[in-house]
């Protein structure tokens, strides 16, 4: 495992002189934690380092915690998977009577994704709305397919699920997570995130703005718990990874269920994949404009799992973790490196610019052979440039951090970045 060490932090440290990464990784091989290390900083005005003991943001990584909950509540005998969730939302009754607690844990209840809506990120979630006034925001838009039919990831649904462990459990959803899963396994540096609580060693986000980092913005994220909105650290996670093989709260075949794939690779909370041969179970997070960005992967034949927690950077986790992987497994790899430039003549990126409108709005220009993506619009994101070169079909290289965007483009010639649309004229 000593040569397996130095690689790994080899590895990692040609990254670091590559592009920038402020963040937390840890990798476990058969039960036993064989590299943990921290880079850059958890606070810049104060230049503390992060370290194994720093709290990071876990985002979407929250929705483990939520699947579990509902799980517990079941063997409990206090709910079942298979009923209906109108059952706990008599008081909306445009709710799809057939939609049941599975297809909200499953992301196939046809539910709209509150990230969707019109500048959801850098508008609603700035604000302290009451949880029924949140609701409302979707609860009542059509469906995009009948129940079951289709997966759409929907953090709205994770939202729903968090109602309902407050009504089952007649408790509130912080409260439950902490004395029925943090405490238990012993997760003392796990909970619930908020900009008005003071958390000790919780890492600051730090947002890429051009070339400059800057304080994450301003995120209200009491609406968003059971989706997002759970801090915890490295090694914390390593417990929970721990706890999953070997726990006295969750007999196996409820373990079995959540990590079982029921359409597209999705289980309970957690993406269902082969690498390398093993069975796989993983799940990332990150929010627009908060800096961090998360990831865990556990491989289940060999007890093994890398996790990468971050606050700012926005580094390749899938990238990052699958690199690793490789290392531990003897499998190929390629050592860090910058994408090479591809050579597009300036008039075929000019499709590319114009107005984009969906859960964030920006403006995206051509400047030579580079594209500027420019969330300034009305001067209340600040100095937000962005500045891209090509790499590939429809796919261009962040010049300052190592993030990649894709465009898509429909048969009717529809431009659309991360799912928001290019306005035409």
């Known amino acids: 495992m000593e040569n ?181 396994f012993e997760m003392n540096d796990t909970g619930l995130f908020s900009e008005y609580k003071i958390i000790p060693n919780m890492a600051n986000g730090y947002d890429h703005r051009g070339t400059e980092l800057s304080k994450s913005i301003f995120i209200e994220m009491n609406n968003l718990y059971g989706a997002g909105g759970a801090y915890s650290t490295i090694l914390d996670l390593y417990r929970w990874d721990q706890k999953l093989y070997f726990n006295k709260l969750l007999p196996k075949k409820y373990i079995e269920r959540m990590l079982t794939p029921y359409k597209n690779n999705y289980g309970y909370g957690w993406g269902i994949y082969k690498i390398f041969n093993q069975k796989v179970v993983q799940h990332g997070g990150a929010l627009p404009g908060t800096g961090g960005i998360t990831c865990i992967r556990r491989f289940l034949d060999t007890n093994s799992m890398i996790a990468v927690l971050s606050n700012y950077g926005v580094p390749d986790v899938w990238k990052i973790t699958n690199d690793i992987a490789a290392i531990i497994f003897n499998q190929e790899y390629k050592h860090p490196m910058k994408p090479k430039k591809m050579q597009i003549y300036e008039k075929d990126l000019k499709k590319y610019e114009g107005y984009y409108n969906g859960f964030m709005e920006f403006i995206i220009k051509v400047k030579k052979d580079k594209l500027l993506l420019d969330f300034n619009l009305t001067g209340k994101y600040g100095t937000h440039v962005f500045c891209y070169y090509p790499i590939g079909k429809n796919i261009f290289q962040n010049t300052s951090i190592d993030e990649k965007i894709q465009f898509e483009e429909d048969k009717n010639g529809n431009i659309s970045l991360w799912g928001i649309q290019k306005i035409k004229k």
Not at 142 to 147: D, K, M
Not at 170 to 182: A, Q, R, S, T
């Open 4 to 184: 397996t060490q130095k690689e790994i932090k080899n590895y990692l440290e040609k990254y670091n002189k590559l592009w920038p990464f402020g963040g937390s990784i840890i990798t476990s091989f058969k039960n036993n934690v064989i590299f943990s290390e921290s880079y850059g900083k958890a606070n810049f005005e104060f230049d503390i380092d992060n370290n194994e003991n720093t709290k990071y943001r876990l985002y979407s990584l929250s929705k483990q915690f939520t699947a579990f909950a509902i799980m517990l509540l079941e063997y409990n005998g206090l709910l079942n998977v298979h009923e209906p969730i109108y059952k706990y939302f008599q008081e909306y009754p445009e709710i799809n009577k057939k939609i049941a607690i599975h297809h909200l844990l499953t992301h196939t209840s046809g539910i709209i994704d509150y990230f969707t809506l019109p500048n959801f990120v850098y508008n609603t979630l700035r604000l302290n709305i009451d949880i029924n006034d949140f609701l409302l925001l979707f609860i009542n838009k059509p469906l995009l397919f009948n129940p079951g039919n289709d997966l759409k990831y929907s953090g709205s649904g994770y939202t729903l699920l968090r109602l309902i462990i407050e009504k089952v459990a007649n408790i509130g959803f912080e409260e439950y997570l902490k004395e029925n899963i943090f405490k238990p």
